[in-house]
């Protein structure tokens, strides 16, 4: 099994994607300084937020949204008309949007 990848976007005025190996909480800081005040697209990670980047604006990707909604509709009985099926159909409309 592959160790945890840990992806930065930041818009600043060049947006930038940094790869690190790990999920140490030290990479956003060896990437970042305290004072930066763009956005930081990441997978919600606890030790990438806003204790290390107090002014930055911190973004979600929908793969990481869609999650919780896929697992609700798994376990529904009645899956038509549930609103997570709901979600579930518009963010398939969207990956099939972004895939073509």
């Known amino acids: 099994m592959e160790p945890s990848r840990s992806i930065f976007l930041s818009s600043t005025a060049k ?3 940094t790869y690190a190996p790990t999920r140490s909480g030290k990479v956003i800081s ?3 300084t305290p004072d930066y005040t763009g956005a930081v697209m990441c997978d919600g990670y606890r ?5 290390q980047l107090p002014k ?15 697992e609700l509709v798994k376990g529904l009985t009645l899956k ?4 997570a099926t709901q979600a579930v159909k518009l963010f398939s409309r969207v990956f099939h949007k972004e895939k073509t």
């Open 30 to 32: 060896d990437v970042l």
């Open 80 to 83: 038509n008309n549930a609103q």
């Open 56 to 70: 930055a604006t911190f973004g979600s990707c929908l793969i990481h949204i869609r999650r919780p909604f896929i």
């Open 15 to 17: 947006p930038t994607c």
């Open 47 to 51: 030790g990438y937020g806003q204790e």
